[in-house]
Nanobody, 120 residues
Framework: QVQLVESGGGLVQEGGSLRLSCAAS????????MGWYRQAPGKQRELVAT???????SYADSVKGRFTISRDNAMNTVYLQMNSLKPEDTAVYYCNAVGMMTRYRPFNSWGQGTQVTVSA
């Protein structure tokens, strides 16, 4: 099993910043992609940002220039630095990791989610 533990969510005023962290643990051989998704009330879960083991980055248009994803491969940890936050960024943010476990079993795991609330 692969577990993802997120931290760093909270309440912030519009224009403020937050940094999310997500650490993966378990019987991991390698992690290809790590990323962040979010789900606002009444909406579908959407991609925020992803990064691969070869440092290929992808961002949703709505967060480009404001959010930065980074990764510590040695620690199996991914971060999301969120600046210039807007009320529409309010959502539960989920960490995701895709890779290979021991005995060459593929995995696609999700964290429990962390709430980010941006007040106007």
């Amino acid at each position: 099993q692969v577990q993802l533990v997120e931290s760093g969510g909270g309440l912030v005023q519009e224009g403020g910043s937050l940094r999310l962290s997500c650490a993966a643990s378990g019987s991991i051989i390698s992690i290809n992609t790590m990323g962040w998704y979010r789900q606002a009330p009444g909406k579908q879960r959407e991609l925020v940002a992803t990064t691969t083991s070869r440092a290929v980055f992808s961002y949703a248009d709505s967060v480009k220039g404001r959010f930065t994803i980074s990764r510590d491969n040695a620690m199996n940890t991914v971060y999301l630095q969120m600046n210039s936050l807007k009320p529409e960024d309010t959502a539960v943010y989920y960490c995701n990791a895709v890779g290979m476990m021991t005995r060459y079993r593929p995995f696609n795991s999700w964290g429990q989610g962390t709430q980010v609330t941006v007040s106007a």
